[in-house]
């Protein structure tokens, strides 16, 4: 009777063999069919199964001295060579004045399901300071300056995602606005007149939004 392997398997895993005793060899037809191939000079071997995303057939059976072969045993099994995709669907961005930060994110994966998750904060381009995380993340008693938050999806044989990321930067007091022309000294612009501004200090991430008189 056929042997089923329901579980996943990542790419490039392997598979413990082992025929009965007398035989000097196997065959096997991975998906195959009825084409079988030597696939071992001895009765047992680690065959390395499939590494396409999907449902997959090993058949495989022993080859005798004689040159007779034995009834195949056929393993099913299923592969995930996919990596999750992780999305984050919430935090702040551009600037804010809160010294706190709470992330939310979401991740897909087709096959095997997504595990975990790994977030970071302030990590180099290539990170090493990954933790392991539910799927938010909060941060609290944040310096000053620009963060960026990082976070990836692992699947439940392995398979790392990509890293996606947020960045964004806390100023607790935002910068005034100064006006740098434009209005004359007694207060008056003449009818079609430009007002140039700008901020006291350094903001990169800051933009300017105007009202005039009772506009909404």
């Not at 069919?33 to 059976?61: D, F, Q």
């Not at 056929?74 to 996919?82: G, P, Q």
């Not at 975990?116 to 008693?141: I, M, P």
């Amino acid at each position: 009777p056929g042997t089923s392997i329901p579980e996943y398997y990542g790419k490039n895993a392997t598979l413990a063999v082992s025929a009965s005793s007398g035989a000097s060899g196997l065959e096997c037809s991975d998906d195959g069919g009825s084409n079988y191939s030597p696939c071992s000079e001895t009765p047992s071997a680690s065959l390395t199964l499939s590494s396409t995303s999907g449902s997959h057939a090993l058949r495989v059976r022993a080859l005798l001295p004689d040159g007779r072969r034995g009834n195949p045993s056929t393993f099913t099994y299923s592969v995930d060579a996919t990596a999750p995709v992780a999305s984050i669907t919430t935090g702040p961005s551009g600037a804010v004045s809160t010294t706190s930060a709470t992330f939310s994110f979401t991740g897909q994966d087709t096959h095997s399901g997504v595990a975990r998750y790994e977030c970071a904060l302030d990590c180099a381009l290539v990170c090493a300071n990954f933790s392991s995380c539910t799927n938010s993340k909060n941060y609290t008693g944040l310096a000053e300056g620009t963060h960026t938050f990082k976070v990836r999806a692992v699947d439940k044989v392995g398979n790392v995602g990509s890293v996606q990321e947020r960045t964004w930067t806390i100023a607790e007091t935002l910068p005034a606005i100064s006006l740098l022309s434009g209005l004359e000294e007694n207060g008056w612009v003449p009818s079609e007149a430009a007002l140039e501004f700008t901020t006291a200090t350094i903001c990169p991430t800051c933009s300017f939004e105007c009202k005039e008189d009772s506009q909404p």
